[in-house]
C-alpha cells in the first residue's frame, strides 16, 4: 500500500463548481495549517484556456467567495496560490495528456483528482496511462457518480483497474469525510455502553434522515437522470446505515472497516417486485414554501415534466444475526422543511411497566445523532416529573444531551474535503469506497429502480416544504412507528 505523501497533486475539473467551492478551499485550508507537504505542487487542469497566472486569479476569487475572511491571510493565500500551475487539457483527448507530462515533470508520487463528467473518466485513465502517469506512486481519486447502475458502475471501475491497482484507487463519498460521521464510529466502539444492546434484542428499529431545503441548484443536467435514489441514498445513506450496522472492525484501519462494511451491504434483504410498494416510497416535489420563501415546483425548475423522483422513503432489513426483524428506515428528499442529517435509533421498551398501575406511560429509550446542520448526541430517558404524586405517578423524556458543539468550541471543524484531500495526499484510504463496496450498494439500489419499473411507479406529488408525500408517513405508520421530527 502506498504510504509516502505525494509531491504532485493534479485536479482534473479544476474549474468547475466542486474546485471551485470544496476543493481549492480545503486545500487551502490544510495548506495554511502546515499540513501538506511542504513542497506539494498542485497542477488543475480543465478545458478552459487559461494560462497560469488566469487560474491563480480564478483560484484567489474561489478562496475569498468561498472562505470566510478571517481565515484568509494574504500571506498564506500567496503561498497557496504559488503552488499553484495549470494546463489547458480536452481530457477527452488522450493525445494531449504528454503535454500535462512534460508539465509535471519529474515527481515523486502523484495523488490525481478526477472532477470532471464519469463521461471523461474512461478517455481521461487512458490518457493518463499512455502518458506513464498512472505508474508508480501514483493514487487516483474519483468523485461520483461512479456509473448509475451496477453495469456502469463495473465499467467504470474496470476502466479504471486497467490502470490503477485497487489500493491505489481512492473513491469518493463526501459523506465518510465529515467529523461528525467518523463520530458515530467513536461512539460506537469507543464507549462501551452501547455495544451490548447495539442489536435486534436491544434496539426496536433505526431510522436515517437526510432532508435539504435545496431545490435542484442549476444541476438539471445531472440530476434529472439521476433521483434521490442514486443521488443519495446508493452512497452517503447506504454507507451511514453500514456504519450503524456493521460488526466492530478489529483495527481502524482500511481493510479491516471496509470488510464490515461490505458485509453488511451483502446482508440487504433485496427489495424485489414483490415487496416494492410497501417498502418504497417516492415522491416530487411541486411549488410550495421554504423557510417562509414561496418555490417553485421541481417540473416548472426543470422546464418539463418529469418522473424523476426527488423524495424516496424506504424500509430495508440487514438479514444477519444481529439485526434480525429490526427495520431500518431511510429517508431524503429535496425541498423539505429544513436541512438535517440525523440517525434516530429506537430501544425496546423495558419488559415490563412497574408505573403502569399509577398511571405513567414509559418510552423506550431513543438515541438521536445529529450530524447536520448541528453536531450533537442526545439520548433520551425516562424520568420522574417533580411532585407528591397524588394523582398518580408522572414520568417524562429528558435527554441527556452531548453538545458536541460545546464540548469541542474551539476547534475548527474541517469540511469533508480537508480530510479527504489529505488522506489522498498522504495515501490512506481507509475513508474511501471500495470496489466490492460500491457494486454491492448498486446491485441493492438497481433491485430497487427494476422494481419500481415493473411496477409503474411514480413518484407522488408533494408540497415544497413539507416531509415528502404522505404515503411516506404510511410506510412506518403500519409498523406503529412515526417519523422522529
Ligand atoms: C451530493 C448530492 O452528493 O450530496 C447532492 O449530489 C446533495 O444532491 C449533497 O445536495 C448533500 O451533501 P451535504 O454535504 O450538503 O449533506
Redesign the pocket.
Known amino acids: 500500500m502506498p504510504t509516502s505523501p505525494a509531491t504532485t497533486l493534479l485536479l482534473f475539473g479544476a474549474t468547475g463548481d466542486l474546485a471551485q467551492r470544496m476543493l481549492l478551499p480545503s486545500l487551502y485550508g490544510l495548506a495554511a495549517d502546515g499540513l501538506l507537504p511542504q513542497d506539494l505542487r498542485i497542477f488543475g487542469t480543465a478545458r478552459s484556456p487559461l494560462d497560469e497566472a488566469g487560474f491563480r486569479a480564478a483560484a484567489a476569487e474561489a478562496l475569498h467567495r468561498h472562505i470566510d475572511a478571517e481565515r484568509l491571510s494574504a500571506e498564506a493565500v500567496d503561498a497557496f496560490l504559488r503552488r499553484l500551475h495549470y494546463v489547458a487539457l480536452d481530457a477527452s483527448e488522450p493525445a494531449q495528456f504528454a503535454r500535462l507530462a512534460d508539465a509535471v515533470g519529474a515527481h515523486g508520487g502523484l495523488a490525481i483528482f478526477l472532477s470532471t463528467a464519469p463521461s471523461l473518466f474512461r478517455a481521461t485513465i487512458e490518457g493518463l496511462r499512455s502518458a506513464g502517469l498512472s505508474e508508480g506512486a501514483v493514487r487516483l481519486a474519483l468523485e461520483?457518480?461512479l456509473g448509475s447502475d451496477l453495469a456502469s458502475s463495473r465499467e467504470i471501475n474496470d476502466a479504471v483497474a486497467a490502470a490503477f491497482p485497487e489500493a491505489r484507487t481512492f473513491r469518493i463519498d463526501?459523506?465518510l469525510g465529515?467529523e461528525t460521521v467518523q463520530n458515530l464510529l467513536a461512539l460506537r466502539f469507543g464507549n462501551s455502553l452501547f455495544e451490548p444492546m447495539w442489536n435486534a434484542a436491544g434496539i426496536d428499529h433505526v431510522q436515517i434522515t437526510?432532508s435539504?431545503t435545496?431545490g435542484l441548484?442549476g444541476?438539471a443536467g445531472?440530476?434529472d437522470g439521476?433521483g434521490a435514489l442514486r443521488?443519495?441514498v446508493q452512497?452517503?445513506m447506504l454507507q451511514l446505515l453500514a456504519l450503524v450496522a456493521m460488526e466492530p472492525p478489529a483495527q481502524f484501519d482500511a481493510g479491516a472497516v471496509r470488510d464490515e462494511k461490505v458485509k453488511v451491504f451483502r446482508s440487504l434483504r433485496p427489495i424485489d417486485r414483490r415487496s416494492i410498494l410497501a417498502s418504497t416510497v417516492t415522491g416530487q416535489y411541486g411549488p410550495g414554501a421554504v423557510a417562509g420563501a414561496p418555490v417553485p415546483g421541481y417540473a416548472d425548475e426543470l422546464g418539463a415534466p418529469s418522473l424523476t423522483e426527488t423524495f424516496v422513503a424506504l424500509k430495508a432489513h440487514v438479514d444477519n444475526w444481529r439485526w434480525k426483524g429490526v427495520p431500518f428506515y431511510l429517508r431524503t428528499g429535496?425541498r423539505l422543511p429544513e436541512?438535517r442529517?440525523e440517525i434516530f435509533i429506537q430501544f425496546k421498551g423495558v419488559p415490563h411497566s412497574i408505573f403502569a398501575s399509577r398511571g405513567a406511560t414509559v418510552e423506550p429509550n431513543k438515541l438521536v445523532i445529529g450530524l447536520?446542520p448541528e453536531e450533537n448526541i442526545r439520548l433520551l430517558m425516562m424520568a420522574k416529573q417533580p411532585g407528591l404524586d397524588r394523582d398518580g405517578i408522572r414520568l417524562r423524556e429528558v435527554p441527556l444531551d452531548l453538545g458536541l458543539a460545546n464540548a469541542f468550541a474551539d476547534t475548527r471543524r474541517r469540511i469533508?474535503y480537508e480530510r479527504l484531500l489529505l488522506d489522498l495526499v498522504e495515501g490512506d484510504p481507509t475513508l474511501f469506497v471500495r470496489r466490492d463496496e460500491v457494486e454491492a450498494q448498486w446491485e441493492w439500489i438497481d433491485a430497487i429502480r427494476d422494481g419500481w419499473a415493473a411496477n409503474n411507479v411514480v413518484p407522488k406529488g408533494y408540497a415544497a416544504g413539507t416531509w415528502g408525500p404522505s404515503a411516506a408517513i404510511a410506510l412506518t405508520e403500519r409498523d406503529g412507528v412515526s417519523w422522529h421530527e
Open positions: 461520483k457518480p463526501h459523506y465529515k437526510v435539504e435545496v441548484e444541476r445531472y440530476y439521476s443521488d443519495m452512497n452517503h429535496k436541512r442529517t447536520q469533508a
